[in-house]
Structures are given as C-alpha cells and as structure tokens.
C-alpha cells in the first residue's frame, strides 16, 4: 500500500522495557519526522531525519533513540520506557523541509 | 516556551457561518506556515499553507491570513459544515517544524 504507515497502532508496555514503534513510507521522501501528541502541548517534534543515516533532535529527544538505515523506514525505540512516555505518537514524511508532511495514523503508546 | 499558541482550546459555530481559528508566535524568523486538520484516531492531514512573502492565501471555503507584524495568523473557513468538525493546528517552519496545541473545532448542524 502506497503511503505511511505505522505499527503497532495500540501497545501497551510496562516501565522499563525497551520497545519500538515502526514507521515505513513508499514515497522515497527525504525528511521522516517523529512527533508526540499531548493534551495542552499539540504535536511535539522528538526527531528527524533528512536522509538516511541523518538524524537530528527535536524539542523532547530525551528517551528516545531512532536510526534511519533506509530511506523508507525510521524506527523510533524508547530504551527504557517511562510513564511520562504514554502519549499517541505520530510519524510523518515530506519531500523536502518546506513542504507539508504527510502524517500516518498514530500509535497509541500506554506505559503502565 | 511554546513558539506558536493557540490560545482557543475549543470554538462551536453553526452550520454555514464562518469559523476563525487563531494562532500566534514568536518567531519572526519563522518563513512558512500551514495548518492541519485532525480527525479523532488519524494523523493530521495538510490543509493549507502560507509564506511569509504573502499576507493572503485562499482555497476553496478556506483561507489563510498571515499579520507578520503583529506575529498572526488565521484560518477562515465559510461556510462551515459539519465536516469541518476537527481539531486544528497550525504549524510554523523555522529551522524545523513548530505546531501550537490545537483548537477543536464544532460546527452545529
């Protein structure tokens, strides 16, 4: 299917443990973003990516680790995952800086 | 210390009237701002778009206006429909991308 995707779409982890949220698009787009979305804050940038192997932080990195092997693919792992971290995350990607990005459906992430 | 703000949490507005949805930032660095529609359990969809170089940008019964010297923005939408209903966020483009925090849009059939 053409377009972003994510998975899992709901995930429920315990504190402490490592998961990992998947982003995969088939445009071939430059930028991949990775935001947070929380009530009173909006959308939060944690990172981004402008190629493969090109990553660089957002406003709220802390946490979180990502890498960019593939143009098409931009995990985001929480290492050690925290209360604070529950939140509906969304990944997005663009062509370029100044155009708009296109969003996928969101994970919602529980940390119990 | 939020770069842009939508100070209006939530705005109701009867079917066919017009809707203003409000942003401000601090920025004037800032060169390029869009606004996003959210529907509840999907990602923000891209709406509309404006550069700093302009002051007006219009598409179809939605139209975007930038007042750079008082550091604001707007979305009009006329006339509103029930579809519109959603959460809206604007978006400005400095060294990467800032969004406010939303304001939930109802329009009353």
């Known amino acids: 299917d053409a377009g972003i995707t994510q998975s899992p779409r709901y995930k429920i982890t315990e504190t402490g443990r490592q998961v990992t949220l998947m982003c995969h698009q088939t445009w071939s787009h430059s930028y991949m973003f990775w935001y947070r979305q929380d009530l009173g804050h909006g959308l939060r940038l944690i990172y981004y990516s402008a190629a493969a192997d090109i990553t660089d932080k957002g406003e709220v990195p802390d946490g979180y680790v990502v890498s960019r092997s593939k143009t098409e693919n931009f995990p985001l792992t929480l290492e050690s995952a925290t209360r604070s971290q529950t939140s509906v995350y969304f990944c997005?990607?663009?062509?370029?800086?100044?155009?708009?990005?296109?969003f996928g459906q969101g994970t919602r992430l529980t940390v119990v | 210390d939020q770069q842009v703000k939508q100070n209006s949490p939530s705005l109701s507005v009867q079917e066919g009237r017009i809707s203003i949805l409000n942003c401000d930032y601090t920025?004037?660095?800032?060169?390029?701002f869009l606004w996003y529609k959210k529907y509840p359990a999907e990602g923000p969809t891209f709406l509309i778009s404006?550069?700093?170089?302009?002051d007006k940008n219009e598409d179809g019964r939605f139209t975007v206006f930038l007042n750079k010297s008082a550091k604001h923005l707007s979305l009009h939408i006329v006339p509103s429909q029930p579809g519109d209903s959603a959460v809206y966020f604007c978006?400005?483009?400095?060294?990467?991308?800032?969004f406010g925090s939303g304001t939930k849009l109802n329009v009353k059939p």
């Open positions: 978006a400005a483009l400095g060294n990467k991308f800032y």
């Open positions: 997005a990607s663009s062509g370029n800086r100044e155009t708009e990005a296109f």
């Open positions: 404006i550069s700093s170089i302009k």
């Open positions: 920025n004037s660095m800032f060169d390029y």
